[in-house]
């Protein structure tokens, strides 16, 4: 009889991803896109661009309040986004 090494499509994909590098750039761009989920609508409408450099989510906050509020609430912010991505992306968050 044969025996096949029988793996599941999504093993494969995950495989394939982590040899070509892509595994990472994919899990920021889900964190990036997770930020109104975990942030909340309202916070979305004065957020503006959203980008991860050094392991450091940079938030542009259009309103001075919110930007002074969301930095006391970063810490949990960080174990959100992460969670809602199934990994540890993000170190911290900076908000200009």
Do not use: C, H
Request: hydrophobic letters at 40%; zero cysteines; glycine letters at 6%.
């Amino acid at each position: 009889m044969f025996r096949r090494k029988v793996e599941s499509l999504a093993d494969v994909i995950n495989k394939l991803l982590r040899d070509e590098g892509l595994e990472t750039p994919l899990k920021q761009k889900r964190l990036i896109d997770s930020w109104e989920l975990v942030a909340g609508k309202t916070v979305a409408k004065y957020t503006g661009e959203k980008f991860i450099k050094n392991q450091t989510l940079f938030v542009k906050i259009t309103n001075p309040a919110l930007r002074q509020d969301l930095s006391m609430m970063r810490t949990q912010l960080l174990k959100r986004l992460n969670t809602q991505v199934g990994g540890m992306i993000i170190t911290d968050i900076r908000f200009f």
